[in-house]
């Protein structure tokens, strides 16, 4: 199974809006409506933000979206704070009932 | 609140295994609906998911390292372990345990993670 595939970097002024992508294929992404996405703080654990495409857990701000088209999905961040500095995951199951990430994007809030 | 935590040598030979823990907290292994998966992440990379298991025993692995893992469960003690075979440098990464939703494939808690370096 090949990584899904996201964008190396992105960037950002605070209170601008950022779009991540994660593109996989019809066997994975464009196959389900299971993505989610996870913020990871250096040293720490993956933090849930998205799941089954678009919904927010409890607690995440509402700046924070999900959508798909096709075989990809996009996680969009407005309002941009520094906190939000960090690395971003995309995930989905895959027809082979397994799991697969994409490399992670690094967003720099400037 | 649910919490799990790893835990396990931090240091394994090359053609070792590799054992590790996860206890679970503030919630029930056995209540079902959810996958207890093992992740892991290399240094400086993104993450790989490794397997799950029910509380049942049934198991589902990654295919590029079904070969060299085995998960099991422990429900009265609320533990689930990972064994990774024939280690090489190659799987030197921060293991994390995490809760997977059985209907959602999305990991809704996670362990703070240990690093397991393979060398001797």
């Known amino acids: 199974q090949s990584a899904l595939t996201q964008p190396a970097s992105v960037s950002g002024s605070p209170g601008q809006s950022i779009t991540i992508s994660c593109t996989g294929t019809?066997?994975?992404?464009?196959?389900?409506?299971?993505v989610s996405w996870y913020q990871q703080h250096p040293g720490k654990a993956p933090k849930l933000m998205i799941y089954?495409?678009?919904n927010r857990p409890s607690g995440v701000p509402d700046r924070f979206s999900g959508s798909k088209s096709g075989n990809t999905a996009s996680l969009t961040i407005s309002g941009l704070q520094a906190e939000d500095e960090a690395d971003y995951y995309c995930?989905?199951?895959?027809?082979?009932?397994?799991?697969?990430f994409g490399g992670g994007t690094k967003l720099t809030v400037l | 609140q649910v919490q799990l935590q790893e835990s396990g040598p931090g240091l394994v030979k090359p053609s070792q295994t590799l054992s590790l823990t996860c206890t679970v907290s503030?919630?029930?292994?056995?209540?079902?609906?959810?996958?207890w998966s093992w992740i892991r992440q290399h240094p400086g990379k993104g993450l790989e998911w490794i397997g799950y298991?029910?509380?049942?025993?049934?198991?589902y692995y990654n295919p590029s390292l079904k070969s060299r893992v085995t998960i099991s469960v422990d429900t009265s003690k609320n533990q689930f372990s990972l064994k990774l075979s024939s280690v090489t440098a190659a799987d030197t990464a921060v293991y994390y345990c995490?809760?997977?939703?059985?209907?959602?494939?999305?990991?809704?808690?996670w362990g703070q993670g240990t690093l397991v370096t393979v060398s001797s």
């Open positions: 089954e495409v678009s």
């Open positions: 019809s066997s994975d992404v464009g196959g389900y409506n299971y």
């Open positions: 995930s989905s199951y895959t027809s082979s009932s397994t799991v697969v």
């Open positions: 298991i029910y509380y049942s025993g049934s198991t």
């Open positions: 503030g919630g029930s292994i056995s209540s079902g609906g959810y996958y």
């Open positions: 995490a809760r997977e939703s059985s209907t959602g494939a999305y990991f809704d808690y």
